[in-house]
């Protein structure tokens, strides 16, 4: 049950492979939207998001009003569009954040001693059982209830999954006959990480990371629906979400703009990580772990949104 | 990432987890370290912040001496270690402190709220496995056929949409639209058990769903590789009927993976509780711990992580006992 290891063929066939496949151009697609929107979705929305209107609340779609108006005759489709920005990037930063502290120690844990290595193993176990959500409510709690800070927190959360897949890909590369060639030929270790062991371990991440994007954009909605992270007004598609509940007697469909904008989202990223595992899977061309390497336990999908 | 696969574990885990006793230890060991792992991050956090009850209650009106008064009062003015180490061992005997607002003891407003939690996550637990385990079933036993084709979509469509989502999803089915459902509220199982069902139906089916997809996927995936195996035609040939060898021998073998799956749900069951609480306005943990997160209580957000992360490991253990069970070959061996 060793992890599969990405083809020796590089990232460039990976991505070639991937793009033959109709679902990888129908996520590239819409991300491609939402990123759009995200950077521009304040400028292209028709009206002020935070804007009240006491005579138009809780309409249905109009002509003046695509999606209607909220219970505070805000413009629904406005603060759609002035909430991706918001909602995607806060996603981002916990990814980002993730990375930083999974990558990081996952290549180190390879190359340190035992003693580190276990440390470093318990910790990742205890982060892996703590549910997300539950998690960075404690934390913003406790420091301050703002994005940055609960975003931090579940990028810590997130930390783990990179750990995990680049300790395991380093290990597959590190026994490798030709890095044992290039150490015998005098190589420093910065070099053969910087040449022949990072560039093997960037396609895996970046699988990850699309894979974790959409758990953390699922996180930072449920977040945002609870007020954590950013407090209302400010628009967020959860925050869209919370408004909408005490009103569903007036306009039941209202919640279907913003649950329609985080099911597809996520759902592109998903495919798009599925699509670049299949792509990757099946060529490995890469050296199996040795069996000390194989004593961890196969990767299990993080599980705690 | 790999899925869980049904292949044999390897030599090496399967001596790990010869025995029942030796899986127990491993899962309280487990345990040990996460909570002290999370408790202390949490108690760091809190200590580095400089979060205190006074500028909690007070907020800026609190004076150097209502701070000072304080601190002394919930302890906070003794050094970080000894703090913990009290507090650890106040919480060994039940005991996780007083809430900076209300003063009451924390571990008696978890007991009042858990019940909630542990109701929908139990009936989910149970929607999931029996909407997931049919399901898995049919479809690996006509797999490529259109039953197994509409769970395979189903399944993945449930990967992408949160619980909460689902949740509003359900209030305005069949709660607005066809009223048969209240929209939310708790009543104790004690006062009243009907209708104690029927207001953690629609939270438990909506916290089920993802798990349910998961279940049917991983049972799907795991029957259908068994049923190619040898000792399945072989029961098969010698005229076993085919309900006993799926059922008796197949499932059997193919459970292992659904069961861990479920196990590895559970944290998300627990957390995603937390969030299906506040859309359908149950008193449960996540509302008093949302509620002190945006007021800073902190003896409450540390007794009610504790509590959740002990709740996650204790299932998991649960879990592995199972899982350890089905595998032919390991429980047997040594106990």
């Known amino acids: ?305 | 990432m790999t899925a869980l696969t049904l292949a044999p574990a390897p030599a090496s885990r399967r001596r790990r987890l010869a025995s029942p006793v030796t899986a127990l230890i491993r899962g309280l060991a487990t345990l040990l370290t996460v909570a002290l792992v999370s408790t202390f991050l949490t108690f760091g956090l809190a200590a580095l912040g400089g979060a205190n009850p006074a500028a909690a209650v007070l907020g800026e009106t609190a004076t150097i001496e209502d701070i000072a008064r304080m601190n002394h009062e919930f302890g906070l003015d003794r050094p970080f270690l000894e703090r913990y180490a009290t507090w650890l061992g106040h919480a060994l005997t039940g005991d996780l402190g007083t809430s900076w607002f209300t003063r009451l003891p924390v571990a008696e407003s978890i007991a009042q709220r858990l019940p909630v939690d542990l109701s929908i996550t139990a009936f989910a637990v149970l929607l999931a496995v029996l909407a997931g385990g049919p399901a898995g079933i049919g479809a690996a036993v006509n797999a490529g056929g259109r039953f197994d084709r509409v769970v395979t979509a189903v399944c993945a469509a449930a990967a992408t949409v949160p619980a909460f989502v689902v949740g509003i999803g359900l209030i305005v089915l069949f709660a607005v639209a066809i009223p048969i459902f209240p929209s939310g509220g708790y009543v104790p199982f004690s006062e009243d058990p009907a209708q104690w069902l029927r207001l953690i139906t629609l939270p438990a089916l909506a916290l089920s769903l993802d798990s349910a997809a998961d279940i049917a996927r991983q049972l799907r995936t795991a029957l259908v590789e068994t049923l190619r195996e040898n000792y399945v035609t072989g029961a098969v040939v010698r005229g076993l009927s085919r309900r006993r060898v799926l059922l008796r021998h197949a499932l059997r073998n193919a459970a292992g993976p659904a069961v861990t799956v479920l196990g590895l749900h559970i944290p998300r069951l627990l957390g995603g509780a937390v969030v299906t609480e506040a859309v359908f306005a149950l008193p449960g943990l996540g509302q008093l711990t949302g509620e002190a997160a945006l007021k800073s209580d902190v003896p409450v957000i540390q007794g009610t992580l504790l509590t959740i992360i002990v709740m996650v490991l204790l299932s998991n253990v649960v879990v592995d006992a199972v899982v350890l069970r089905l595998r032919p070959g390991t429980g047997r061996r040594t106990s």
């Open chain 1, 1 to 305: 049950m060793t992890a599969p290891l990405p083809a020796a063929a590089g990232f460039a066939g990976t991505v070639r492979r991937a793009w033959r496949l109709p679902s990888v151009k129908l996520s590239i697609a819409v991300l491609a939207v939402v990123a759009v929107v995200a950077v521009l979705g304040a400028h292209l929305a028709p009206y002020d998001p935070l804007a009240q209107d006491a005579a138009q609340r809780l309409r249905g779609p109009s002509g003046a009003h695509w999606l209607g108006t909220d219970y505070l005759g805000r413009d629904v489709l406005s603060r759609l569009l002035a909430g991706t920005g918001t909602s995607v990037l806060s996603a981002a930063e916990a990814v980002a954040v993730g990375l930083v502290l999974g990558v990081v120690p996952g290549l180190a844990s390879v190359f340190a001693g035992r003693a580190a290595e276990w440390a470093a193993m318990r910790v990742i176990d205890a982060l892996l059982t703590l549910p997300f959500i539950v998690f960075v409510i404690a934390v913003v709690g406790i420091v301050d209830n703002g994005p940055h800070q609960a975003m931090a927190a579940l990028g810590l959360l997130l930390a783990p999954v990179f750990f995990r897949v680049t300790r395991t890909t380093t290990l597959g590369y590190a026994r490798a006959q030709y890095v044992e060639a290039a150490e015998l030929a005098g190589a420093s270790g910065g070099r053969i990480l910087r040449v022949h062991i990072l560039p093997k371990v960037v396609p895996t991440v970046a699988v990850t990371a699309a894979g974790a994007a959409g758990t953390a954009l699922l996180a930072v909605s449920s977040l945002s629906f609870l007020g954590i992270g950013v407090a209302p007004p400010a628009p967020t598609w959860g925050g869209m979400l919370a408004a909408d509940l005490g009103y569903l007697a007036q306009r039941p469909l209202a919640p279907l703009a913003p649950a329609l904008a985080i099911t597809i989202t996520v759902g592109a990223l998903n495919a798009l990580a599925d699509a670049l595992r299949d792509s990757m899977g099946g060529h490995a061309a890469v050296p199996r772990p040795t069996r000390r390497d194989r004593r961890q336990p196969a990767e299990k999908e993080p599980s705690r949104v």
